[in-house]
């Protein structure tokens, strides 16, 4: 089965303080990974792929199989950076499309 | 580039109507996909198109529907209304079908049963 948990609903941080975003999955083959985000009253957009390896925003996230998580990190957050944030790990249809299966997302506020 | 367009931004619907929603992609863009979000959880994948054909569809009963025209826009169909059916429904676009990782979202269309 195909599944996304991002196990937490809310985060609050301070403005310079590290953050992390959990994220773990269950996909039984090579999974592919994102990062999408959602500012207010913008529509959903992606931030980032763990097979880019890049750094938006000065976001990161390393996928780390043996432990089947995908954890967005930044080490200063800013308070442009509160959003809704949501994983979603690509899975393959029985018809050979594609689909993204996301988590419930977290909230992310970032305080002055 | 006005990015993924939708079209109604809200509407209301009472139980057992039917229900027609509209999406047009980017320029270029041959694969829609279109998702449903119910509050609170993250968006689930309905069904895909690319090149007019079904390439995909997720675990929704025989009342949706959609369609892929020469255009590449598309319509979702909802029939027979039920009160859970009230979501956010998202459609997002793509240039190819398989892998391509990223998905270009419209802003959604509102749905609220009564």
């Known amino acids: 089965a195909q599944r996304v948990t991002q196990p937490e609903k809310l985060l609050s941080v301070f403005k310079g303080a590290p953050v992390e975003l959990k994220c773990n999955y269950s996909y039984s083959g090579s999974p592919e990974l994102f990062w999408y985000v959602q500012y207010s009253r913008q529509r959903l957009q992606l931030l980032l792929r763990h097979i880019s390896r890049e750094s938006i925003k000065g976001f990161t996230a390393d996928l780390n199989k043996g432990e089947t998580s995908f954890h967005l990190k930044k080490p200063f957050a800013q308070e442009e950076d509160s959003a809704m944030y949501y994983c979603a790990l690509s899975g393959v249809t029985q018809g050979g499309s594609e689909k993204l299966v996301f988590g419930k997302g977290t909230k992310l506020t970032v305080n002055p | 580039d006005a990015g993924v367009t939708q079209s109604p931004t809200h509407l209301i619907k009472t139980r057992g109507q039917q229900v027609t929603l509209r999406c047009s992609p980017i320029?270029?863009?041959?694969?829609v996909s279109w998702y449903q979000q119910v509050l609170g959880q993250g968006p689930q994948f309905i069904f895909q198109?690319?090149?007019?054909?079904?390439?995909g569809r997720g675990n929704f009963p025989d009342r949706f529907s959609a369609r892929q025209f020469p255009n590449y826009s598309s319509e979702l169909n909802v029939n027979a209304l039920l009160l859970g059916d009230s979501a956010l429904y998202l459609c997002a676009s793509s240039l190819i079908l398989l892998r391509s990782g990223e998905l270009f979202f419209g802003e959604g269309s509102r749905l609220t049963v009564l």
């Open positions: 198109y690319y090149e007019k054909e079904e390439r």
């Open positions: 320029s270029g863009h041959k694969s």
